[in-house]
């Protein structure tokens, strides 16, 4: 009963995070497409949230990777209870809600990945993860994926500049807004088919590690739907603030940039995610605004912005590995332990909210400009 009780909680808090996956990394579909006009904000979150249910059901590839993956298999089974596992998820929601609330689009993927290590390191030693499965799926990737989709966003920003004399005409601006809605959706598409996957790993390996699932299995159908439900909920609550940022923050965004940015997010991101890569959506999309702002004017970026993302970058998987450590340390000693933790945890979420609601970012002034933020010249 009471591992029944704490699969339970696992799958509670695996869905929680799946839905601040969803507020959080909205901006990785939408924000080019809200801060150039091409869709209202509203609207835009709502075409996402569909896609990314949509996107739930296209694959289980990155799935896959994280329940057979991450976490090595013995012959014993898996070598993490579902304590840790939750101890982990607390790491990574607790990491999502602080970078949402200081508007930094930070990668979701590893801070979940860092909870789960540090939770299994803490709970059952450094060879319960898969190192050689880590490097080539999480961290290869993430560092790859954002120049590879800057590279991309760069070169057809260029063109699209040049094709269409700087888009100085009318009917190229209307064409690239048009587009955008076709771009845009592709990401949406692509964040569910990538992102809902990783929960759905998560859920996949509490049940196997538990013993209601056979090792080796795919996620089951109920999980796919519920994940994909969720995280398209997370999804149409906005996620104003990070939004902002992506939009209009690091880069003076218009047409067709935003269509060059959301088009090569769109190809890296599906690709990868048909490859079984858990990259990061977001490292992907921030890559492609900054080379859609590069292939521009050459230098039409805030880089200090950039060097702030950056930094949430490198620090988010040991941070969530760090609360995902502690967690397990106090999750792990008794029944009280373990309310302790998700105590702890929703009060540290709450708090969260009850700051941002001090700032509140909305629909109607996500496109606000901020003038602390200046272009660097070249």
């Known amino acids: 009963m009471?591992?029944?009780?704490?699969?339970?909680?696992?799958?509670?808090?695996?869905?929680?995070?799946?839905?601040?996956?969803?507020?959080?990394?909205?901006?990785?579909?939408?924000?080019?497409?809200?801060?150039?006009?091409?869709?209202?904000?509203?609207?835009?979150v709502l075409i996402s949230a569909v896609l990314n249910v949509v996107g739930a059901f296209?694959?289980?590839?990155?799935?896959?990777?994280?329940?057979?993956?991450?976490?090595?298999?013995?012959?014993?089974?898996?070598?993490?209870?579902?304590?840790?596992?939750?101890?982990?998820?607390?790491g990574a929601v607790l990491w999502n809600l602080a970078t949402w609330y200081s508007g930094l689009p930070s990668s979701s993927t590893h801070a979940l990945f860092g909870g789960l290590?540090?939770?299994?390191?803490?709970?059952?030693?450094?060879?319960?993860?898969?190192?050689?499965?880590v490097v080539s799926k999480v961290v290869l990737p993430a560092l790859l994926s954002p120049v590879i989709a800057g590279v991309i966003a760069l070169v057809?920003?260029?063109?699209a500049y040049t094709l269409t004399r700087n888009a100085t005409t009318h009917g190229a601006a209307t064409g690239f807004r048009h587009?955008?809605?076709?771009?845009?959706?592709?990401?949406?598409?692509?964040?569910?088919?990538?992102?809902?996957?990783?929960?759905?790993?998560?859920?996949t390996l509490t049940l196997i590690a538990a013993g209601y699932q056979s090792s080796g299995t795919g996620p089951a159908l109920w999980v796919v739907l519920a994940c994909g439900l969720a995280i398209g909920l997370g999804?149409?609550?906005?996620?104003?603030r990070i939004m902002r940022t992506v939009g209009k923050k690091i880069s003076d965004v218009q047409s067709p940039q935003g269509f060059a940015a959301e088009t090569s997010s769109a190809a890296t991101i599906l690709v990868s995610s048909h490859l079984g890569f858990a990259l990061s959506t977001t490292h992907v999309t921030s890559g492609s605004v900054v080379g859609s702002g590069l292939g521009k004017k050459l230098a039409d970026v805030h880089w200090r912005v950039v060097g702030r993302i950056v930094v949430a970058w490198v620090i988010t998987l040991p941070a969530a590995a760090v609360v995902g450590g502690l967690a397990t340390l106090l999750a792990s000693t008794s029944t009280i332990g373990l309310v302790v933790v998700a105590v702890l945890a929703l009060v540290g979420g709450s708090a969260f909210f009850v700051l941002a609601r001090r700032k509140p970012v909305t629909k109607d002034t996500v496109n606000d400009e901020e003038p602390a933020a200046q272009p660097v010249s070249a």
Request: avoid cysteine.
């Open 2 to 44: 009471d591992v029944l009780v704490t699969v339970v909680l696992v799958i509670v808090v695996a869905l929680v995070f799946d839905f601040t996956n969803g507020f959080h990394d909205t901006a990785n579909a939408m924000a080019t497409s809200v801060a150039t006009g091409a869709l209202q904000p509203r609207t835009a």
């Open 58 to 90: 296209l694959s289980t590839e990155v799935a896959k990777t994280v329940s057979q993956g991450i976490i090595r298999e013995g012959q014993d089974g898996i070598q993490i209870t579902p304590t840790m596992i939750f101890a982990g998820l607390v």
């Open 117 to 133: 290590i540090g939770a299994s390191i803490i709970g059952a030693g450094m060879q319960s993860v898969d190192w050689a499965t």
């Open 156 to 159: 057809a920003t260029y063109l």
């Open 179 to 203: 587009g955008q809605t076709i771009s845009a959706s592709l990401v949406s598409l692509a964040h569910g088919t990538n992102d809902a996957q990783k929960t759905m790993g998560v859920i």
């Open 235 to 240: 999804t149409y609550t906005g996620g104003w």
